[in-house]
């Protein structure tokens, strides 16, 4: 199937849909805009549906483009059969592509392809085919000039099969997925590390499979790892053995290329084989599959949370009191109209109980506030009560208080954007603004921060930044335009 055909069958749309939906992506319309103005050509999916289209229509064409030149480099090489450009084209993920192409690879020189040059393939042939007992024997017609003894034949021998075991893409496809269904990752202290990696003491001797290992706990166990602080292991679950030393993976190798239980020589080829080059590279590839899968989950987490908190219920025109709660440095007090602006600032402080008071009750009669927004970081507890006091004191007044989050507030009292809005205006007063505001209409005050600043999910400094990025502006994308639609 072309990608046209797959597209269509992964979103149950028709060909016809995604052609459209294709080509204003190409013309360089955002998924918003197609979502909401271009329903007739797109039958009517939406925003979810779009964004997967375009996600799978990238990965989909990047495939494309790399089987042509995974085709082209092996047809250079003379190398290119029917039957393996009939599975390079078949393939439908880069995984299986690149496991397809290893064998073709450009690298550099092995003692493998040294051992071939010398003549030793068919050597390699003989005693994989063969298997007979004698292996010196066999080696002994292979010496000459440039292979001095059967030892050495037999080491260039063993690199080939070696290579030849490694490189065979289906069982490296089954490999994977055995070690991945069936691995557990096991997470220790490293020695001397107990106090100084004390956040990550829940993992200090930890054991989780790693196909089910939820992503906050993969994400934390890897922190430790890169901080130097945890070592990680994988094992073998039925039996508790490291994956290199589990004899079912050597069984498998054996057991694809017919090698016979009883060949020793071929048996420690397998066995070096497993441990030595096909463990260590899946190894790598099971730990970066598990740290692929839970930055997606954390991502989605990041973005599903973000949504929650942009189309939070607008508390709509009110005037409104911010109070950007503090101790050391005081309450940051900002009164703001019904349409958003400006009208004073004042800093409280707590310990300053009865002052405070009525410095607020002040600015609430002079102002007619109606709304009293306070932040949710420190000394909110407090600023909370006090508000409370104060709401109870003026019954006349009609006053609400709602605790908010202030999640980018200070990223923003010190951006580009809010000096230009308040040239004139205390930093520290800024965010006071943005927290009356929020409260106000939650969506438009966030849209002026970086939604990374927001600060919505876990881990968000240990996960794929571009990924995120890219999620979270989806997100405030898809927020702006189903209020707009609304």
């Known amino acids: 199937m072309n990608i046209i055909q797959i597209l269509a069958q992964e979103l149950s749309a028709t060909a016809a849909q995604i052609t459209a939906t294709a080509a204003m992506l190409d013309e360089g319309a955002t998924v918003p805009f197609i979502a909401r103005y271009r329903k ?37 090489q003379g190398k290119l059969s029917d039957g393996l450009r009939g599975q390079i084209e078949a393939c439908d993920n880069k995984t299986a592509l690149e496991d397809l192409y290893l064998p073709y690879k450009p690298k550099r020189r092995t003692k493998a392809q040294t051992a071939r040059g010398q003549g030793l393939q068919p050597l390699a042939d003989l ?13 002994a017609p292979f010496v000459k000039d440039d292979i001095a003894d059967t030892k050495a034949a037999l080491d260039g021998t063993r690199a080939i099969l070696m290579e030849q075991f490694a490189e065979d893409a289906e069982l490296i496809g089954r490999l994977r997925e055995k070690l991945w269904n069936e691995a557990e990752i096991h997470a220790q202290v490293m020695d001397g590390k107990e106090s100084e990696g004390e956040k990550f003491k829940d993992y200090f001797d930890h054991r989780e499979a790693v196909r089910t290992m939820p992503s906050h706990r993969a994400l934390a166990v890897l922190r430790g790892r890169n901080e130097g602080v945890l070592s990680i292991a994988l094992k073998y679950q039925p039996d508790d053995t490291p994956i290199t030393q589990a004899s079912e993976y050597e069984t498998l190798i054996a057991q694809h290329f017919h090698v016979s239980d009883g060949h020793k020589w071929l048996r420690d080829t397998v066995r070096l084989t497993w441990r030595a080059k096909i463990f260590l590279s899946l190894e790598l590839e099971a730990l970066g599959r598990l740290k692929e899968n839970a930055d997606t989950d954390a991502i989605t987490v990041f973005a599903r949370n973000l949504k929650d908190l942009l189309l939070a219920a607008p508390a709509g025109r009110l005037t409104t009191l911010g109070l950007d709660p503090g101790y050391r440095n005081g309450v940051k007090c900002a009164v703001v109209s019904d349409t958003g602006k400006l009208l004073d600032t004042v800093i409280v402080y707590l310990h300053q109980e009865n002052n405070m008071l009525a410095t607020l009750a002040g600015l609430i009669k002079k102002h007619g506030v109606k709304l009293i927004a306070i932040g949710n970081g420190t000394a909110s507890r407090e600023t909370d009560k006090l508000a409370g006091d104060l709401v109870k004191a003026m019954p006349e007044m009609g006053l609400h208080k709602i605790v908010v989050s202030e999640a980018g507030a200070s990223i923003y009292s010190a951006s580009e954007l809010a000096a230009k809005e308040f040239p004139e ?17 939650p969506l438009a005050e966030l849209v002026k921060i970086d939604p990374k600043s927001i600060g919505v999910g876990q881990y968000q400094h240990d996960v794929n930044q571009s990924q995120l990025a890219k999620s979270l502006d989806a997100v405030v994308e898809d927020c702006v335009n189903a209020v707009g639609w609304m």
Do not use: H, W
Not at 41 to 68: F, S, V
Not at 127 to 139: C, F, I, S, Y
């Open 40 to 76: 007739e050509a797109t039958g009517g999916l939406d925003d979810t549906q779009l964004r997967t289209l375009a996600e799978r229509l990238q990965y989909l064409r990047e495939l494309e483009a790399r089987k042509e030149t995974v085709l082209k480099s092996i047809e250079e």
């Open 127 to 139: 005693l994989l085919n063969e298997q007979p007992q004698d292996v010196e024997a066999a080696a």
């Open 425 to 441: 205006l205390d930093v520290s007063l800024r965010g006071a603004v943005s927290i009356a505001r929020r409260l106000q209409d």
